[in-house]
């Protein structure tokens, strides 16, 4: 079988570190084109738009979306229209409305589109679906702490209307719980703290409960400096399973536990070659929605103003 | 055909004026039973809950839902596991997770579900969209600016977390745009303008864009004594007509036209009933979800505590 040609739109951090590495370790890709108005990407040819790439760059079959969720709306509508199949990264877009609207799009151009939430790839994840099989779940908590100024420096957008502050990373956990939990999830009661000069949360609690009535608490924090977690815990009646680091850590009951070597980005790249394959898509709005219910919903309460 | 046996749940405010008047009012139904903990409603059986009603009231087909969105949820669900239809004042829950939800449920249980946008059935509202057929919609202007004094009186819930503020009333305008435009409304920015001692807005800016890339911006008010307005104005290319009064009245570049005599809960409880009569379901979550797109994307700005 041929390679699916991949063209790549928005070569920054999380292109660079992630994506075009995990393309390009995989066979089952080529990535032929790059639509860029930063630095170029080497070994490929580069555009300075995806109208660029779609009129003059080479047969593409495929397109990963790396821009920020603002405008990319439209982008991958321009893709669509062109009949290419479609990756998206995390969040999918600016507002429920767009994501829904692209989930029809997607459907009516009869491509494959994946909404990547990697987090989900991450290796323990499968450790703990296997797990949870035949064990009834009490209670889940999130704890996802960082510190924001190491791992978003000068990103001001964050802070924006419309940037996702805490939730950037919260909705990592948020992707991952919502794959091990069957059913829909929902936000009871969510408290946001707002720095003064901010739009967007620095912290947030939330209680959600889902459709099995299991409880889930959050807890996301991002100035926090000293120890910095991004952990869920499985509290079951035979045991408890917690994975750590982001779900490339797993132990149960406090032993530690063997996972796959496979990173997220390349079991993510894996999953969309199936998807083609297999003529489906994966297109999950629950993240997005919880987090806007977060907002519709929460508390917010005004804390000291942030500055990097 | 025997009548509809319709139960009606929570004897408040809306479903006095509106809600039992519109149902005594049409032969389609038959009010038979009601579950409240207020004052009774007259000349039917009352419970003091729906659990109440459904396991030793008279046998009903229906339910309508006039308690406060917060709690609807289960107690729909309750409605849906006996297998009875349902019409569902809105806004429809609490969050759009549990609205999702629902939309889910009435479709598994095999019944016919209602979301009751009321505004949709003022008068005007056909008027438009005979109007609007055939002319080219270059824009759409909201004002909707009324006094929260006048209108809800102690309902303190209405400024809480998870309260709409003043987009309880602002939401029958995008209840009513929702109708008239086809596809998705998609917000660009909203501002917010949220009073010290309270969580929800008290005045609100939309800008909107329609999937026909039509601008709709809307004003929404709630502290506005003289001269309150509920008015929708659409521009055309070929003229513009203009929606008064919640869309009780309508006027085409200033002439005023006639209009339906039939008030909005009695055309919404015939939908109602041509809706079971057709085995299908009309479960909108575009309105909500406009409003928590607005709550996601839109900046807050602290305005001057509300008092009473």
Chains 1, 2 share one sequence.
């Not at 930063?38 to 580069?46: E, F, I, K, L, T």
């Not at 960082?146 to 990373?169: N, S, T, Y």
């Not at 807890?219 to 120890?227: A, L």
């Amino acid at each position: 079988m041929h390679p699916i040609r991949l063209g790549l739109v928005g070569y920054g951090k999380i292109a660079q570190d992630q994506h075009v590495p995990a393309i390009r370790a995989n066979p089952q890709f080529e990535l032929v084109a790059v639509a860029t108005l930063g630095p170029h990407c080497p070994g490929v040819d580069n555009f300075s738009s995806l109208a660029d790439l779609l009129a003059h760059g080479p047969q593409v079959d495929a397109i990963a979306f790396c821009t920020p969720p603002q405008g990319r709306f439209a982008l991958v509508q321009q893709a669509l229209d062109a009949g290419k199949h479609v990756l998206v990264e995390k969040p999918p877009c600016s507002t429920l409305g767009e994501a829904m609207s692209l989930i029809d799009e997607v459907k009516q151009a009869g491509v494959s589109g994946l909404f990547a939430w990697h987090s989900r790839f991450a290796p323990g994840v499968a450790n703990a679906k296997a797990w949870l099989k035949g064990r009834t779940l009490t209670q889940v908590r999130v704890e996802w702490k960082e510190q924001v100024r190491k791992w978003h420096p000068g990103q001001a957008w964050i802070w924006q209307a419309g940037g996702l502050g805490v939730f950037d990373p919260g909705i990592n956990a948020l992707s991952i719980v919502t794959d091990l939990l069957p059913g829909s999830l929902f936000v009871t009661s969510a408290a946001l703290s707002v720095p003064d000069n901010c739009q967007s949360p620095i912290a947030a609690n939330l209680s959600i409960r889902s459709q099995a009535q299991v409880e889930v608490l959050a807890e996301f924090d991002f100035d926090h400096s000293d120890n910095e977690l991004w952990r869920i815990e499985l509290h079951s009646e035979e045991g408890m399973m917690r994975l750590d680091s982001g779900g490339a850590q797993v132990s149960i009951d406090g032993v530690p536990q063997g996972v796959s070597e496979e990173g997220e980005y390349p079991a993510m790249y894996r999953h969309f070659a199936q998807l083609i394959a297999d003529k489906q898509s994966d297109l999950d709005l629950q993240p997005l929605r919880i987090v806007a219910d977060s907002f519709f919903v929460g508390s917010k309460e005004t804390v000291a103003a942030f500055h990097e």
